[in-house]
């Protein structure tokens, strides 16, 4: 330690172990976001360095130099803490906070303590690149949920000869949610056919979704992926994708819907309402479950099966405000007025 350390102005030891203090607790609030909330770990191990630097720096005669009961800041709020409502403002204000925190031990730590002012000044450079990062995966995983969230008609595909064709006349109608569905092509066929619908689900800004495979939704950048219930864990699907895209999980009662919720599934579908070729075998669950997510859910909810825009106005009146369906348009004579039947029967306007 250097020597001038021993005899320095007890105000500035007092500040700086206070602004040590600060700037490691904001530090650890985006760590444990990154480990919990998003996932990162490699944010995490990026954060838990800069943190541990500082933590070295954290000299025990700065502790000794804390007196809470007389410092008058102790305690003190500010309204705006109370506004954060979304983990994205919760990171923004505690990268500030470190970063304001790291220039005052900068500036203050220079007399006394140069390695000190030196760290913070490093840690304080590194912490700005970090942040990009940072809110970068924050609204990456926020700005498809929020999309997610403002989609009524989801589209699934099947086979057809004319399948993009129909897709693109689906998504000039509005559509901005579809998921790719093949059950019996090779895996060339089926990477081909979900890039060329991923490269035109994103010149209409809409979300891409691929069914049943988590490899193949890598692959293309796909926005997210659908599970059945025979499919991989919605955990270990999270794992591999991360926490910035969406995972769908298919339901057919009111307790795997709330498994899915438990699982951290971003969306649900709820169905079959009706009996549906495109699920053979399976016995239709009626709008009774349809009003069970309607009453329960807290995440959305897409009905399915059986449904076109003559069967739409029931499950609204149900509590359905969105429906996925896949005849519907897929088989339609004309997608384009297809879709747009269907979104007018959610209540959208063209």
Known sequence: MNAALT????AVLRLLDANLDRAREGLRVLEDWCRFGLDRQDLVVRLKDLRQRL?????PVYKAARHTASDGGAGLTHPAQAERQQPSEVVAANAGRAQEALRVL???GRAGDPLLAAEAAAIRYALYDLEVDLMRACGAAAGRREQLLRCRLYLITSPSPRLLETVAAALEAG?????H???????LERWREARALRQLCSSHGALFIVNDRVDLALAVEADGVHLGQGDLPPAEARRLL???RLIGRSTQRIEQLRQAVVDGCDYVGVGPVNATPTKPGREPVGLAYVREAAAESPIPFFAIGGLDAGTVPPVVAAGGRRVAVVRAIIEASDPHAASREL???LGEEA
């Open 106 to 108: 900068e500036e203050f």
């Open 343 to 345: 979104l007018e029967a």
């Open 175 to 179: 559509v901005r949610l579809v998921q």
């Open 181 to 187: 569905r093949v059950k019996e092509a090779d895996d």
């Open 55 to 59: 933590g070295r720096c954290h000299l």
């Open 242 to 244: 991360g926490p910035d």
């Open 7 to 10: 005899t320095p102005d007890q």
